[in-house]
């Protein structure tokens, strides 16, 4: 009877060492797994963080900051530079007017930020030709909310080529700093305002055209439009 329990006793601490050791194991292979995760997860951010260094130190600012230099005014409306931003006024005709860059952009990434105060209603033109205030290219539009910002119009031809889809409406921050990018490589252009996706669009007559960067002010008066890190990767 004794040597029975004996047995057992040495039969019962096999098992528990045995239990013991499976479980130190896999608790030593769940922390190799999660060592190696977060290793993964470490680098892959440290490459999406050099990618992202790499795509902005090939972005070259198209403002000083303190002057209009390298950039033309067309139209009688009001253009100048102060506190790190260009700012349009309309003036006493409230006539369209445009501050346009002095060289042409073809393929190209845009990034800025504008404000829009009073009326707000604005645009960026990009390939475009100017003639006195007779202006060709394309728009992106900028505009009071409920107006289509983000979406693309072309001057003196046909009009809206694409506009921005209703829900999307409310990505504009009236009164508040807002976010555009637009990326024209060819005829293929694409919009995101506030990091979100607006347009995309592939069009014939795009691909064709090359010109300046134009910032518009619309006609009518009593518009005011704040503008800052604008900035351009040329593809």
């Known amino acids: 009877m004794q040597k029975s329990l004996f047995f057992q006793s040495v039969s019962a601490w096999k098992t528990y060492a045995l239990a013991f050791s499976l479980a130190a194991a896999g608790s030593a292979c769940q922390q190799q797994s999660a060592s190696e995760d977060a290793g993964a997860t470490t680098d ?4 999406e963080a050099v ?77 475009s030709t100017l003639d006195g205030t007779k202006i060709s290219g394309w728009q992106v539009e900028v505009a009071p909310p409920g107006n289509d910002t983000g979406g693309i119009y072309e001057s003196y031809g046909r009009g809206w080529l694409v506009q921005i889809p209703e829900e999307k409406e409310d990505i504009l921050k009236m009164g508040e700093w807002n976010k555009m990018k637009i990326r024209a490589v060819g005829g293929h252009v694409t919009t995101w305002l506030n990091g979100e996706k607006m ?7 795009i691909a064709e055209g090359e010109g300046a960067i134009a910032l518009q002010i619309h006609s009518g ?3 005011k439009v704040k503008w800052r890190n604008l900035k351009v990767k040329e593809l």
């Open 44 to 47: 892959t951010q440290a490459a």
């Open 51 to 127: 990618e992202t260094s790499a795509e902005e130190a090939d972005f070259k600012p198209i403002f000083d900051g303190e002057s209009l230099d390298g950039w033309k005014i067309h139209g009688t409306e009001k253009w100048y530079a102060e506190d790190g931003q260009i700012i349009c006024e309309s003036g006493p005709d409230a006539e369209y007017g445009y501050l346009a860059t002095e060289k042409s952009y073809k393929d190209f990434i845009l990034e800025l930020e504008f404000k829009q105060e009073a009326d707000g209603n604005s645009g960026v033109f990009f390939r």
């Open 199 to 205: 347009v995309d669009i592939t069009d014939e007559k």
């Open 221 to 223: 008066g009593g518009i």
